[in-house]
């Protein structure tokens, strides 16, 4: 059975391991720094289906079904589905999951979702609630850009702290069964506001949130930035990732060479995508193309990935109010 280690980390007692992963990306994604590491590249934003909305959904049933199939498994074999994604009531994910015909667990942490999948999905199957489990989490530019921005028709001007929303999904299976990547613990984030309201500066309301969750793994853990071949937070993007350094050196704590984040790392900065990527789908991406391969490779042994939301509504900036950030982190260990 888990058990807590200070405040706010678990640590899995029951292997939990990531016995299969896949990310589909649409061209702009396909096109960065990290092509060649996704399952699919779609040129057709709208993945033959009619709506935005509808495409996000295709998009995540793709990764999910590459996923479970690259596992050797069927969506029967499922026990659970967890999925979310950016859209009001996770439209897309219950869209993509409406005829799987099994459990259907829909998360919504914004930017974070990808991460809280993997956290919950991790407890779930560490306390013997599931065998085998998939967590996913899309996100589409057009389909976000509608509900939290302007229609694209508006060709409104972005700040230089924008995020551009990635048109990408990811997913994983997890399992009892051994494999290359282990779930070793789980952090759960609490909510952090600090009273930004500019919902054009999702970076700066993140970044305490990292801040704070990634300080109480450190100290649950007893362990420090240099034990991790990489710290992978998603999506503070260049403005937010700046700050964390910067929060985390006012504790004399240097995250080093080993920190990135995957709104940094998605895109080249000459694709005009301001401050960076953000999304559900951005750290989705990012971990299940990237990073979860060069640990079955054995380039990355340990590594954290903390996933980022900012927890807003396009009512809530109408009105003023905070946008709070929130953080959950997963450590993944090469087997």
């Known amino acids: 059975m888990a058990k807590r280690l200070g405040r706010r980390t678990i640590s899995l007692d029951r292997p939990v391991y990531l016995s299969s992963h896949a990310a589909v990306v649409g061209q702009k994604e396909g096109e960065g720094p990290l092509q060649g590491t996704f399952d699919t590249v779609s040129n057709d934003t709208h993945f033959g289906e009619k709506t935005w909305e509808l495409a996000e959904a295709s998009m ?7 996923a ?7 969506i029967s074999d499922l026990d659970l589905l967890l999925a979310g994604d950016l859209l009001n009531q996770c439209i897309g994910s219950s869209l993509a999951s409406v005829t799987t015909n099994i459990p259907f667990v829909g998360l919504y942490g914004a930017c974070s979702t990808m991460a809280e999948g993997l956290a919950v999905g991790s407890c779930f199957v560490d306390g013997g609630t599931a065998q085998t489990l998939c967590a996913a989490a899309s996100s589409h530019y057009c389909a976000a850009e509608r509900q939290y921005r302007f229609p694209l028709a508006y ?3 972005r700040t230089p702290t924008a995020q551009w929303t990635a048109t990408a999904a990811g997913a994983v299976v997890l399992r009892t069964q051994p494999s290359h990547i282990r779930v070793t613990h789980v952090t759960f984030g609490q909510m952090v506001d600090l009273d930004v309201t500019d919902a054009n500066n999702m970076g700066a309301a993140m970044a ?3 801040y704070d969750t990634l300080s109480h793994l450190f100290a649950d853990t007893h362990t420090k930035p240099a034990d991790y ?8 993007a260049r403005v937010g990732s700046g700050l964390l350094r910067e929060l985390f050196q006012r504790d004399g704590i240097d995250l ?3 920190y990135d984040d995957c709104g940094v790392l998605l895109y080249d900065t000459e694709q005009d995508v301001h401050a960076g990527g953000s999304g559900c789908g951005c750290s989705a991406a990012v ?3 990237d990073i979860l391969r060069r640990m079955e490779q054995g380039a990355l042994r340990h590594v954290i990935f903390a996933g980022t939301g900012a927890l807003m509504s396009p009512t809530s900036v109408q009105q003023g109010q905070g946008i709070a950030g929130i953080c959950h982190a997963v450590v993944l260990e090469g087997v």
């Open 287 to 289: 971990l299940c193309g």
């Open 155 to 157: 060709g409104g001007q």
């Open 208 to 210: 305490p949130a990292a």
């Open 60 to 66: 995540q049933r793709m990764a999910i079904d590459t």
């Open 256 to 258: 080093g060479q080993s």
């Open 229 to 236: 071949d990489r710290i992978l937070t998603g999506d503070l």
């Open 68 to 74: 479970v199939r690259k596992s050797g498994l069927q």
